[in-house]
Every structure is written in C-alpha cells, then in structure tokens.
C-alpha cells in the first residue's frame, strides 16, 4: 500500500508521528520538493530511494511508485501542507485505482492553519465571520463559474487565498470590486513555520506595496477579514451563563 503523507507547512515537528514512522521506515520516497522541508526526510532509511517530483511529471511519478509497488518496496508519497489542499494528489489516486494499487492518505498541517498560529489569529470569530473560504486566483488553472475572487469576495467571510502573492495588485482589486473597503485588513504570511517565516500585516490599500518592499514573491498564503481585528463577540461555548453538554451555566441574578 502506497501512503500519501501530509508533510506539513514546514518545520518538521509538526509532521504527524504517523507520517513520520511511514517516512522513515519507507524504501522509496517520492516529495515535492518545491515546497516540502527536506529535512522532514532526514530520519529515512539510507538505502532509501528518494526522487523529487518537482522536476517529475504524473506518468513519471506513477511509474517510480508502481514499479516500486510491484517490487514490495515500501513507497510513500509526500506532500506538502495536507494534500488534500491543492495537492494535486486526486489524479494520483485515480491513477493507482486504475493499476489496482491500494494507498491510504496521512493528512497533514496544512499552511492555512500554520499561517493562523503565526498570526495568533482565530478564523471564526462570532459576529465576524464563521466561514472560511480557501482559495485561489485564477492563473493558469481556470477559476469555475461563481468562483472568481471577486464573487467569493461577497461573502465577507474569512479569505484564505493561495498561490496567488505573485498577483496581488489583481487579487487587491477583486476583493475590492466584489465589496471588501480598502480597510479591511490582510495579512500575508510568508514561510509560515520555517526559521525565515515572514508576517506582513496591512489592509487592502497598503498590503501590495508592503509585501513588495519585504521582497516576497513566493511561498506566501494571503489572508483577509476582520478576523485580524479586535472586534467581536464572546462565544458562548466558554458564556458563564451559557449551558452545554459538559458545563451548567450560572444563573444571572
Ligand atoms: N497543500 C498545501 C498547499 C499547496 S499549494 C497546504 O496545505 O498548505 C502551494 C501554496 O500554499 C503556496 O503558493 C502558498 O500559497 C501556500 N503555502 C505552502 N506552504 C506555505 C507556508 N509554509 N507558508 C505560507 N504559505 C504556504
């Protein structure tokens, strides 16, 4: 069985102790090496067979791990974030299926999450947003009808927008046309958990020029909303007087 494995936004600590023990005790391991920290492999096996997948296309990629397969290798395929999220490992999986070749999918911490506990920031803050939309611009993958920046941009809900920082004046412009005021504010979170993580916070008037003189032109997830605010209301799951499941709340008097 071939394990996809969520390696993490990057420091290696926080790959799950299941995607570890697959890596290291696996005996080919193919990565994505544009994004995923090497040094999430540095407890592999030595004789392990390591390709990365940067410079490798899907028939290439299929072809190292079912052979491997069919020769009883263990095989795991690493993935940055949790794959699940832009992961591209859908196509994978659809090819296994076809070769009868059973796989299982470790998830992983993916950068949005990371991204939040850089900035110490909750996504679902009551009376400020209790939804989340993760997504894109569009760019050489086409955007589906209704899915355009600026169309999501209505909800004015909590933007988590990937693979997009090398067009921020577009992706400033869409979220403004689609409703969003020019303060509103933007974080963007380069590296999110590597040592040379970098956070630029700023709104939608300011955050293009900002990123630009921090020289960040990859690797960067864009986030915005009045999650980064100090606006909001208490939740009532921790509400004194509020009664759940576990706790029975205090009358007021
Ligand atoms: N599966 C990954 C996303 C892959 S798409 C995940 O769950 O995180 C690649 C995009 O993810 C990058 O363009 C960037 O927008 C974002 N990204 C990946 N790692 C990142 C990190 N450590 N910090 C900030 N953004 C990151």
Do not use: C
């Not at 993490?8 to 697959?22: A, C, H, M, Q, Y």
């Not at 909750?122 to 989340?132: A, C, D, G, K, R």
């Not at 403004?176 to 974080?187: C, M, N, Q, R």
């Amino acid at each position: 069985m071939i394990s996809f494995i969520g390696a993490g936004p990057g420091d290696p600590e926080l790959l799950t102790i299941k995607g570890k023990k697959l890596i290291d005790g696996a005996d080919v391991i193919v990565y994505a090496g544009s994004l995923v920290n090497p040094a999430v492999l540095k407890d592999a096996k030595p004789t392990a067979e390591i390709y990365n997948s940067a410079t490798m296309n899907l028939d290439e990629v299929i072809d190292v791990m079912s052979k491997a397969e069919k020769e009883g290798k263990k095989v795991v395929r690493v993935h940055t974030g949790d794959p699940a999220v832009y992961g591209a490992h859908r196509e994978q999986m659809d090819r296994l299926d076809k070769l009868g070749i059973t796989y299982e999918v470790i998830p992983g911490v993916s950068s949005v999450f990371a991204s939040a506990a850089a900035l110490k920031k909750e996504f679902t803050l009551p009376s400020v947003s209790q939804t989340v939309i993760l997504t894109r611009m569009e760019g050489r993958t086409p955007m589906p009808p209704g899915e355009k920046l600026e169309d999501l941009a209505k909800h004015h809900a909590t933007m988590a927008i990937f693979l997009s920082i090398g067009f921020l004046d577009k992706m400033t412009e869409q979220l403004i046309k689609g409703g969003y005021t020019l303060d509103t504010p933007v974080a963007v979170v380069y590296k999110a958990s590597w040592p040379d993580q970098k956070i630029i916070i700023g709104t939608l008037k300011d955050i293009e020029k900002k990123v630009k003189d921090a020289g960040i032109t990859k690797t960067a997830l864009t986030l915005v909303g009045d999650f980064l605010g100090d606006e909001y209301e208490l939740s009532k799951l921790y509400d004194p007087e509020f009664t759940t499941e576990f706790r029975q709340g205090k009358v007021k008097n």
